[in-house]
């Protein structure tokens, strides 16, 4: 059950770094901005939606073995709940309306939301290995 807890955790770390590090950066470095901005909106839903699952699975299969990484990779996936569901179609709706001072507010905090995520997912990782 550990393996694959591990597994789901080096998943979601990696998914997460390259996601946010290279998907995202590299969709605006060789696409037209407005379409790298709409590709990148209809990629969120599903990049917060693997978040949520692989955080779920990987504490379901530490739970019986670290209980403090199924907690802090539980903490993973509700929080995205509302990043997903809540904050994504705020930063939506600023970027429609032209708002871009409450659009840059809103991306900052989803970036800090996501390096968190990247912190605690890489913490459990450092957990497997001591």
Do not use: C
Request: proline fraction near 4%; avoid cysteine.
């Amino acid at each position: 059950m550990e393996s694959v807890a591990l597994l789901f955790t080096a998943a979601l770390f990696g998914g997460m770094v390259l996601y946010s590090a290279g998907f995202a950066g590299f969709l605006f470095a060789v696409l037209p901005p407005d379409t790298a901005g709409a590709s990148i909106r209809r990629a969120f839903p599903v990049f917060y939606l693997l978040v949520i699952v692989t955080s779920l699975l990987a504490a379901i299969f530490v739970w019986s073995s670290d209980i403090w990484s199924a907690v802090w990779l539980g903490v993973i996936a509700i929080s995205t709940l509302p990043t997903r569901q809540v904050l994504m179609p705020a930063i939506n709706q600023a970027s429609d309306s032209g708002n871009k001072t409450r659009f840059g507010v809103l991306h900052g905090f989803s970036v800090l939301i996501t390096l968190a995520h990247i912190v605690i997912s890489g913490w459990v990782l450092i957990r497997f290995v001591s």
